[in-house]
Nanobody, 123 residues
């Protein structure tokens, strides 16, 4: 079992930046690939970004490529999502997720989820 707790959400103007963090506890953090997803009101949960257990490989949805950066600090059991050039359409609840390492980086199935943190971008 892995427990995930997100933080760092908030309200920001369009064009601004926010940084999300997700602290993991439980199993060894390096056993898991990590991902970020988001869910806007009345929409399905969508993939945003993923990172391998080693941190050496990342993958992004086209909608955030070039604006968002996923990273991890295995010594701190934490994964981050740096969000720049934010747009109103980025408004959503952002979820951190984990899965055992080994699946393709493009796979969107994850086994463990955080409770989510709200990001609101005003125009």
């Amino acid at each position: 079992q892995v427990q995930l707790v997100e933080s760092g959400g908030g309200l920001v103007q369009a064009g601004g930046s926010l940084s999300l963090s997700c602290a993991a506890s439980g199993r060894p953090f390096t056993s898991y690939d990590m991902g970020w997803f988001r869910q806007a009101p009345e929409k399905e949960r969508d993939f945003v970004a993923a990172i391998r257990w080693s941190g050496r490989t990342t993958y992004y949805d086209d909608s955030v490529k070039g604006r968002f950066t996923i990273s991890r600090d295995n010594a701190k059991n934490t994964v981050y999502l740096q969000m720049n050039s934010l747009k109103p359409e980025d408004t959503a609840v952002y979820y951190c997720a984990a899965r055992r390492a080994g699946a393709p980086i493009t796979a969107v199935r994850y086994d463990y989820w955080g409770q989510g943190t709200q990001v609101t971008v005003s125009s």
